[in-house]
């Protein structure tokens, strides 16, 4: 079966730049989508179609997807980016979500 | 903007089953997909089932068996049913929009927090 893999947690100081990967083999011939979740609240969708920016998501956020692995990067990281980021693809009709990373800022 | 607005019954005892509704406003309802996904307490997303504009419906195989998901074009709104739940069924559970049938989960409702215990 498909299982996407998240590292479970990455730290990043303010200002800097977080790489936040999705690996599975192959990733790069579907398309992913990536999600943001504060605690307590609704997933949000912030990159769609590998590095596409839905309407309203600041342009900090970029995706990329090649090979196996699919990447979320997110520059000059600010506190209100400390979240669970969730990939996401189809495999054969079927929804397919990520681990989770809980990206942290210190 | 397309919001989502979802209800249903909090708490359930084993075996019996849950139902779920999603209203649909601001927005088209028809030439959508219609998500339900689900998040037990501190963990990961996990997608239930979908139910296309035409009615059709793709379910996550782990759950098929238990797993009923219909549309009410005429009320701009669609459920889940999720019969002889169980405590391993205890989660948030989360309606979403996607524009079409591999694509991304655009819009969410505000959850909800389904718990079975006896």
């Known amino acids: 079966s498909y299982v996407l893999t998240q590292s479970p947690s990455v730290s990043v100081a303010p200002g800097q730049t977080a790489r936040l990967t999705c690996g599975e083999s192959?990733?790069?011939?579907?398309?992913v989508h990536w999600y943001q979740q504060k605690p307590g609240q609704a997933p949000v969708l912030v990159i769609h179609?590998?590095?596409d920016r839905p309407s309203g998501i600041p342009d900090r956020f970029s995706g990329s997807n090649s090979g196996n692995t699919a990447t979320l990067t997110i520059s000059r990281v600010e506190a209100g980016d400390e979240a669970d980021y969730y990939c996401?693809?189809?495999?054969?009709?079927?929804?397919?979500f990520g681990g989770g990373t809980k990206l942290i800022v210190l | 903007q397309v919001q989502l607005q979802q209800w249903g019954a909090g708490l359930l005892k084993p075996s019996e089953t849950m139902s779920l509704t999603c209203a649909v406003y601001g927005g088209s309802f028809t030439g959508y997909h219609w998500s339900w996904i689900r998040q037990p307490p501190g963990k990961g997303l996990e997608w239930i089932g979908e139910?296309?504009?035409?009615?059709?419906?793709k379910y996550n195989p782990s759950l098929k068996s238990r797993v009923t998901t219909l549309i009410d074009t005429s009320k701009n709104q669609f459920s889940l049913k999720l019969t002889s739940v169980a405590a391993a069924d205890t989660a948030v559970y989360y309606c979403?929009?996607?524009?079409?049938?591999?694509?991304?989960?655009?819009?969410w409702g505000q959850g909800t927090l389904v718990s079975v215990s006896s």
């Open positions: 979403a929009m996607s524009y079409d049938s591999t694509g991304s989960f655009d819009y």
């Open positions: 192959d990733i790069g011939r579907k398309s």
């Open positions: 996401q693809v189809w495999d054969n009709d079927r929804g397919i």
């Open positions: 139910v296309s504009p035409s009615g059709g419906t």
């Open positions: 179609y590998d590095g």
